[in-house]
Structure formats: C-alpha cells, structure tokens
C-alpha cells in the first residue's frame, strides 16, 4: 500500500465513502507519496502546470523590493526585520527573494530572520538543498503553533498555496431544494462520485438556489480558511499577503462554472475529471477570497489591497523605477514581466490579497 490511490481505497473499504476533502489531502499529501510529497518537478516546462516563480527570478524580486519597502516601514514601528513564507515547495521563490535582499539591500538582509512553514520532511529537504547558502538566517517551523512563534512582527506570506488546500465539493438538488455534499467511493477498479447525506451547505441564497441548474457545484475550503484564521491570529503587526487564483465576490456564482472551479492538471493539460490518476496530477480550486478576507477582517486586520496580480506587480515596478532599483533590466526581465502581466498569461488568472495589523 505505498501509493495515494492504494491508501483511498483501503480507507474507503475500511470506512465507507469517504467526503473529497478526504481524497483531496490523501491524493496531494500523503507522506511519501502524494503528489507534493513525491514530484519535486511537477512545476515549469517539464511539469504540470506554471507559476510565477517558474517564470523566472523576477517575480521574487520584485516581491523583494515590495517587502523591503514594508519592512522599513515596520522597522519605523519597533518591528523586528522578519519574513514568513508557507508553500515554499522547493525554495526557488525564498532564494530569488534572499538574493535580491542581499545585492540590493544589504543591511535588511543582514539582519533578516526568514521563516519558512513546512510540515513535510521531504519539502523541507528541497528547500534547504536550494537555500544551503542562506542557511544562517532562515529556520523552519512545521506549523503556526510552532511554540518559537507566539506573536509575529514582519510579513507573513503565501504564493499559489490556498488554491491547493483540499475543499469540499457540494451540489445543488434543484428537485429537493437542498445542499448535498460530493463524496467518493469505488466501483471496480474506478474511483467514483457519490452523494453523503447529512452535509449541508453553509451559504444559503434562496433568490440564487431558485434559478440554479440542478447538480450545480460548489466548493469551499475550511482547511484555506483556518490557514488565514491562524496567521491573522499570530501577526501582531505587519502585512498578510496571498498570491493565488481565486474569485471576487460577484463571481462566486456564474453560469459558466456550473461543475465548480476544480480541476486537474496534468502535462499543462486541465482535466475534469477530477478522480483519475489519483496523486499523479494537480489538484486545485479557486480561493474564495470574500470569505478570507472576511476573516481576516474579523481578526482585526485592516484590508490593504484586493487586486489583480498584473495590477500590484505594475505598481511595484513604477514605484521601484523612481529610485532606480531594477537598473539592469533587460530584454529577459521584459519578457517575464509581460508573462506575469498580461491577462492572457498569469495577470488575470492570480488576485493579490494584503492585510495588515
């Protein structure tokens, strides 16, 4: 029993049908053998699918050049110079961002304590590999709760790690008026969809639930939400920020999304059909930002931003112009910044959220 697929079945059989939250977290992180445990290159041309990291270094750069920005802010409020980044998978964006620090901005870097939150052994052994030369001022914690962190001064941030917590998956009985939660169980050889009575759905609409086509999907994700939850609850001041595909408030509803915003990446190729190959390929869903945002709110942060990813890269980029700090540009920086940028690429697909305390 050493794969993803192997594990759901005997659990299945062992328990019943089991919810897709389930399926989701067994499928993407099994210890050893999910997809994030196992794949190290499942990113860039030779994986599934493209990040802003997988771009190239600038990206991270100029995430550098924003956060020394925050920071001297932060260092005019008694705050310590600290970052903290979960979903750091193989290092490569914390190395484009310790290395622009340390050309460009030397007494920052000098006094920088980088966090990195990583529950998994073997991510964590793919990111010391890649950041072995900033080893000095960068430690790992495995979760909030670490007992080392208790109230955090500086900026807490993720890049494309919500959208790849597992969600649960509900469908709209248009016959029974009602909510009922997607489940998986096995037929044959096949995984397959199944409904689990006794589910419902915590948002409730009838104006919408009266005109939704039956079978209508939807997913939420407690597991994103309680992510925020807790690094709301630990930032004593400073900036909270995600990069991530995700949903404003009029989108959450669209008849062009009638099977939900789940997909399956496999080879750069989206895929519906969500229960095949199961740890062989991507997971993902869009972050529901009004409810993050919602929760951070009630934590007491104050929303900063709420925009497109093309919109806050394009600001840093003129504000760092005016003080020269991208003077070696060149026709590569170029290309990447389109490719970030432009809403045909990564511009429109990824939303930038920042709150602050």
């Known amino acids: 029993m050493n794969t993803p697929a192997d594990l759901i079945r005997h659990e299945i059989q062992e328990r019943g049908p089991m919810p897709f939250e389930r399926f989701m977290e067994i499928a993407l992180y099994a210890p050893g053998c999910g997809y994030y445990e196992a794949k190290k290159e499942n990113v860039g041309r030779r994986g599934d699918f493209y990040t802003s990291v997988s771009v190239g270094s600038l990206f991270g750069e100029l995430l550098a050049y924003q956060f020394a920005e925050w920071i001297e802010e932060l260092r005019g409020a008694e705050c310590g110079v600290r970052i903290m980044e979960a979903g750091a998978h193989d290092g490569k964006l914390a190395a484009d961002i310790l290395s622009w620090l340390q050309l460009n901005r030397p007494k920052i870097s000098e006094q920088l304590e980088y966090i990195v939150v990583e529950p998994s052994a073997r991510r964590q052994e793919w990111q010391r590999e890649t950041l072995n030369h900033f080893v000095p001022r960068i430690r790992w914690i495995p979760r909030f709760s670490d007992p080392t962190i208790q109230r955090f001064n500086g900026i807490i941030f993720s890049n494309e790690l919500l959208d790849a917590f597992p969600v649960r998956r509900f469908g709209w009985d248009a016959g029974n008026k009602k909510w009922f939660?997607?489940?998986?169980?096995?037929?044959?050889?096949?995984?397959?969809?199944?409904?689990?009575?006794?589910?419902?759905?915590?948002?409730?609409?009838?104006?919408?639930?009266?005109?939704?086509?039956?079978?209508?999907?939807?997913?939420?994700?407690?597991a994103a939400e309680n992510w925020w939850r807790a690094a709301a609850g630990i930032l004593e001041n400073g900036k909270l920020l995600t990069m991530d595909y995700g949903l404003a408030a009029d989108e959450m509803f669209s008849p062009v999304r009638p099977r939900g915003?789940?997909?399956?990446?496999?080879?750069?190729?989206?895929?519906?059909?969500?229960?095949?190959?199961?740890?062989?390929?991507?997971?993902?869903?869009?972050?529901?930002?009004?409810?993050?945002?919602?929760?951070?709110?009630d934590a007491g942060l104050i929303t900063e931003y709420f925009c497109l990813q093309s919109k806050f890269l394009t600001e840093i980029l003129a504000h760092a112009a005016k003080s020269n700090s991208f003077g070696g540009w060149d026709s590569s920086d170029t290309r990447q910044f389109q490719t970030l940028t432009h809403p045909e690429h990564l511009g429109r697909a990824f939303r930038v959220l920042v709150q602050s305390r």
């Open 261 to 297: 915003t789940l997909r399956a990446y496999f080879r750069h190729h989206a895929s519906d059909d969500i229960l095949a190959n199961a740890g062989e390929q991507d997971l993902t869903a869009h972050v529901n930002f009004p409810v993050i945002r919602k929760i951070g709110e």
């Open 181 to 222: 939660e997607r489940g998986v169980a096995v037929d044959g050889e096949k995984f397959v969809w199944t409904r689990l009575e006794n589910s419902e759905f915590g948002i409730r609409n009838s104006e919408l639930e009266a005109v939704l086509p039956d079978g209508y999907t939807v997913e939420t994700s407690p």
